[in-house]
Nanobody, 122 residues
Framework: QAQLVESGGGLAQPGGSLRLSCAAS????????MGWYRQAPGKQREMVAL???????TYTDSVKGRFIISRDNAKKAVYLQMNSLKPEDTAVYYC????????????????WGQGTQVTVSS
């Protein structure tokens, strides 16, 4: 079972940027799809971005062109660069690790971090 720890959340102004990091430890295969999900107050958790073991990426439509997911396999880390932030990006962001190659989100599988709060407000 992998342990995931997110960092980098905080308060940003509309149009600003934040970079989230997720460090993995424990039993984690390099053949793992890493992902970022988010949950806004009163809403269901949703997939934001995925990156497969070979670097293929998937984004939800609302963040395409603004967010970039990347990974460093040597460090067992995944990152989410968030640019042009909007108030609707406000949510708790969760890191997920799921074995195998996946191009779609799954709320029921893999290991999860505790989440990091992102607030976008002026």
């Amino acid at each position: 079972q992998a342990q995931l720890v997110e960092s980098g959340g905080g308060l940003a102004q509309p149009g600003g940027s934040l970079r989230l990091s997720c460090a993995a430890s424990g039993t984690i295969s390099s053949w793992t799809t890493m992902g970022w999900y988010r949950q806004a107050p009163g809403k269901q958790r949703e997939m934001v971005a995925l990156i497969t073991p070979i670097g293929s990426t998937t984004y939800t439509d609302s963040v395409k062109g603004r967010f970039i997911i990347s990974r460093d396999n040597a460090k067992k880390a995944v990152y989410l660069q968030m640019n042009s932030l909007k108030p609707e990006d406000t949510a708790v962001y969760y890191c997920n690790a799921r074995q195998g190659v996946h191009a779609t989100g799954d709320l029921l599988s893999g290991s999860w971090g505790q989440g990091t709060q992102v607030t976008v407000s002026s």
